[in-house]
């Protein structure tokens, strides 16, 4: 069985500072590792993936993500936040058998 | 990418009644899915529709309750049966294309938020 874990039901920073959304996971094989993100009354969005190759993946909105196969985590970073990043954020996980697991998400509040 | 689209976006509906939700995409995809989530909350996966097959089911979930249609590779259908209070919540449909990798991020429709009263 596979699962992911997001360990902060909110984040909170302040604008310009830096942000990082927590990810662990844990599945049978090689994961294959998402983010994506909700905006207010939005559907979800994909921000980036790590399937292989480099351990740091970028993606959209000078979004990041670094796979950390010994810590089993795959964190979301961004080195200056905006307000515009507020949104809902989830993690997810699949393997070459499939359906993708969701995580709770993580609430990101950004304040000026 | 894919854009969906989904029909109707909201809905006030009587306990008892039925409403069916569409999914359109603007491209053949492989695999449609179908999820709940209340405000704020993760989301909950109900099926995969299956194209030209009955769909798979969730534990937990049934086509009795949910019952899907996917006739083509860019159109399903979710029926909502005999609502309760309690199937209140945002009922989103997925897309994700596996004939380029099988490795593919999914696309996700804007949703369509039920009422039941």
């Known amino acids: 069985a596979q699962s992911v874990a997001q360990p902060e039901d909110q984040v909170n920073v302040a604008e310009g500072n830096p942000l990082t959304v927590k990810c662990t996971y844990s599945v049978s094989g090689n994961p294959y590792l998402f983010w994506y993100v909700q905006y207010p009354n939005r559907g979800l969005q994909f921000l980036l993936k790590y399937i292989t190759g480099d351990n740091l993946v970028k993606g959209s909105y000078g979004f990041e993500a670094e796979f950390n196969k010994s810590q089993t985590s795959f964190h979301l970073k961004k080195p200056s936040a905006l307000v515009s990043d507020s949104a809902l954020y989830f993690c997810a996980v699949k393997t070459n058998a499939g359906k993708s697991t969701f995580g709770d998400g993580t609430t990101l509040t950004v304040k000026p | 990418s894919a854009v969906i689209s989904q029909k109707p976006s909201r809905d006030i509906c009587q306990r008892g009644t039925s409403l069916t939700i569409q999914c359109q995409v603007d491209s053949q995809v492989t695999m449609m899915f179908w999820y709940r989530q209340q405000p704020g909350q993760s989301l909950t996966l109900i099926a995969t529709?299956?194209?030209?097959?009955?769909?798979?089911?969730e534990s937990g979930f049934v086509i009795d309750k949910f019952p899907i249609s996917r006739p083509n590779l860019t159109f399903s259908t979710l029926t909502v049966s005999n609502m309760s209070p309690e199937d209140s919540s945002i009922y989103l449909c997925?897309?994700?294309?596996?004939?380029?990798?099988?490795?593919?991020?999914?696309?996700f429709g804007p949703g369509t938020r039920l009422t039941v009263l």
């Open positions: 529709a299956n194209q030209g097959s009955e769909a798979t089911y």
């Open positions: 997925s897309v994700e294309d596996l004939r380029t990798s099988s490795y593919n991020e999914q696309f």
